[in-house]
Each structure stands twice: as C-alpha cells, then as structure tokens.
C-alpha cells in the first residue's frame, strides 16, 4: 500500500516556464515532507522541506506548498532551467521512538527542462 | 557537510556470488538506511540501523542482511546473488529529523 505517491512519471517543461510536482499522501501522522532531487549515476541531493505545521516554504526558485485537508503537497520551480532536469522524489518523515525518522518516498517523477 | 561515502559505484558480480556494499559516513549520525532504486519503483527501503549493532528489516529484506559492527559504518550484504537484485543502491545516513543525506550509489550488475 503506497503512502506517499507521485501520480505523474513525466512532466516536460519550456526553460523559463513554471514546473509544477505533484504529491499525494495517506498517512495524517507524517509530520514533515521532503523533496529530493536526483541525477542519473548519482544519489538523491535533498531539495526543500515542510513541515506539517505549515502550508508553504519557499528557497529562492522553489516553493513546496502544503495543503493538510488534501493530504496534497506540490513543488512549484520558476523559472524552471534545463539543469532542473532530473527525477524529483517526494519524501513524507515520521518520527519513531528515540526521536528517529523514517522516510517513506514517491516512485519520483521525471522531470525535462527543454531549453 | 555530512559526507556518506559508498565504496563502490559500479560492481559487476555473477549470479550465487556473496557480495559485500560499504557505507561510512563522517558526522557521526546514529541513523544509516540502505534503499535500492528501480526505474518506476522509486526508492524502496532494505533495511535499517538506528545504533551500532542494531539493525531493523524494512520493507524489502529478502536476499539481503547487513552488518554494524561500527557507528559510521553500515555494510550491505547479498547472500547469494540474483539477477533480480540488478540495481541501484543508496545508503543514507540522518542525525535525527528531518531529512536523510544520501551517498553517491552504487550501481551493481549481476550476471
């Protein structure tokens, strides 16, 4: 049972365009959210959070909006640049006892920047 | 920064073959994870350590073990291995919340 999904594999943007990411989840008790970025032969690089307790955050051309009542989060990129092309993970963390974190993550959806 | 080093980025193993990942990190985190990554699949957990000689199953563990015998180390193991256990691996390490730092991968091929 997936908790954390990322309806679209693809999504194909004109440089200079918004890109808009989609997330949906299941769980109410995660309590932050998480969007990483990756390139091919490389590890996931951490983007940009939230926490549940918030309905935006925003780091120079990334914002990932909240929407709780939805179980619904985005990542809005403007102006979207060719080096923005890569696949992009929605990550959901919950806290386990001892004040670790576990991670559930989206399938990722691939993004194209075209110039 | 945290670093999170992966031993190997690309192994090429035959099938039956006992095959050893590698994992250190720098910053002294208590938390290492390993995750394998499939093409339409995303990134599905393997197994976990939240303490030295600690280790917990997550949600994909047959075929593998791991091993912790120290606090910045945490090592995959592929008891015998499979064509289907042709991926990318990822090893990751966190202080607490939120967020995970990952290593570079280690794309592993059976034959």
């Known amino acids: 049972d997936q908790q954390v999904k990322q309806n679209s594999p693809s999504l194909s943007v004109q440089e200079g365009r918004i890109s808009i990411l989609n997330c949906d989840y299941t769980n109410s008790m995660f309590d932050y959210f998480l969007w990483y970025k990756k390139y091919p032969a490389e590890g996931p690089t951490f983007l940009i959070s939230i926490s549940s307790i918030k309905d935006k955050n925003e780091d120079g051309r990334f914002t990932v909006f909240l929407n709780k009542s939805a179980k619904h989060l985005s990542l809005h990129i403007v102006p979207s640049q060719p080096g923005d092309s890569a696949v992009y993970f929605c990550?959901?963390?919950?806290?386990?006892?001892?004040?670790?974190?576990?991670?559930?993550f989206g399938k990722g959806t691939k993004l194209t920047v075209n110039p | 920064d945290v670093k999170v080093t992966q031993s190997s980025r690309y192994l090429v193993k035959r099938t039956g073959e006992k095959v050893f990942l590698e994992c250190v990190q720098d910053?002294?985190?208590?938390?290492m994870f390993w995750y394998r990554q499939d093409p339409g699949l995303g990134l599905r957990l393997i197994y976990f350590s939240y303490d030295v000689k600690m280790k917990e199953k997550g949600d994909i563990p047959e075929g593998y073990s791991v091993s912790r015998e120290k606090k910045e180390r945490f090592s995959l193991i592929l008891e015998s291995a499979s064509t289907n256990q042709t991926s990318m691996y990822l090893c990751?390490?966190?202080?607490?919340?939120?967020?995970?730092?990952f290593g570079s991968g280690t794309r592993l091929t059976v034959v």
């Open positions: 910053m002294d985190h208590e938390n």
């Open positions: 990550a959901a963390s919950s806290r386990l006892e001892g004040g670790s974190e576990k991670l559930v």
């Open positions: 990751a390490s966190s202080l607490g919340h939120p967020g995970y730092t």
